[in-house]
């Protein structure tokens, strides 16, 4: 029976040294540091997104954004993206930027252009915002960081978390919104979808964006010289019409491209 015993508690022993011995879990890889090793001149990152509107019980989608990011050293430098707004009737519109410089094309606007000019050049620009509808911009690292830092759980790559106003104000956003970013195995974005209260009551928002091709090969340059009218050269018609495709495109959206 001792031998027994003494056995048993041997094995027992031995167990608790193996399992002592087992090697710690690899920590969880950091979105922030893993978005940043994809920042570089001539690489980039395809998006999809979907901002959706609700109010009365009725939800419906505003726009739609498809298209692609460019990276410099340091972040988002260029864009090249294809906007579809539910006030625009299905029409669709371009927006290209490119550093400070943004353009904007569409079959409705370039009606109203000289012929052969089918790009609208505006340079008075906010340059510091990726173009999204989102209330966050994730390729600013101290705002995907402040993002990260809200998080109330993280489960298998996911974060989840809810900004106060005042929290979102330091991030850069507006009202209080809720979030859900999802990540790969490497720590990079796939998917941030936003849940934004408005700023006075009834209705709401969402922003569903997708991201892909993280790193791929990207060349966004300006549109050839011949082809581009800048907005101080329009006529009275045109100016108006560039007006109405701006008015009809949410402010986040716009972002780089100027408010």
Do not use: C
């Not at 809810?162 to 974005?189: I, M, V």
């Not at 010289?225 to 109405?244: C, F, G, P, S």
């Amino acid at each position: 029976m001792k031998r027994v015993l003494a056995a048993a508690v041997a094995a027992v022993v031995t167990g608790a040294v193996l399992l002592g011995a087992a090697p710690a879990q690899a920590a969880a890889p950091d979105p922030v540091k893993a978005v940043k090793s994809k920042f570089a001149p001539g690489h980039g990152v395809k998006i999809s997104e979907v901002m959706m509107m609700w109010s009365m019980g009725k939800k419906s989608v505003f726009i739609e954004i498809t298209g692609t990011y460019g990276f410099g050293r340091s972040g988002v430098v260029a864009s090249d993206l294809t906007l579809r707004s539910v006030l625009a009737k299905g029409a669709t519109t371009r927006l290209r930027t490119v550093g400070t410089r943004a353009y904007m094309s569409g079959d409705e606007l370039e009606k109203s252009l000289p012929e052969g000019k089918t790009w609208v050049r505006m340079d008075d620009l906010d340059a510091g915002r990726t173009p999204s509808s989102q209330p966050v911009d994730i390729f600013r690292l101290p705002q995907l960081k402040g993002l990260l830092s809200h998080a109330s759980s993280v489960q298998n790559g996911v974060y989840r978390g809810e900004l106060s106003r005042k929290q979102a104000n330091a991030l850069g956003g507006g009202a209080t919104f809720g979030y859900r970013l999802s990540t790969d195995s490497a720590g990079l974005p796939t998917r941030l979808y936003t849940v934004q209260e408005p700023l006075f009551g009834g209705g709401g928002d969402s922003t569903d964006t997708r991201y892909t091709a993280w790193g791929h090969e990207v060349s966004i340059v300006d549109p050839p010289d011949h082809e581009v009218i800048t907005a101080d050269a329009l006529t009275d018609a045109a100016r108006d019409k560039l007006l109405e495709e701006i008015q009809e495109i949410p402010d986040e959206a716009l972002g780089s491209a100027g408010r």
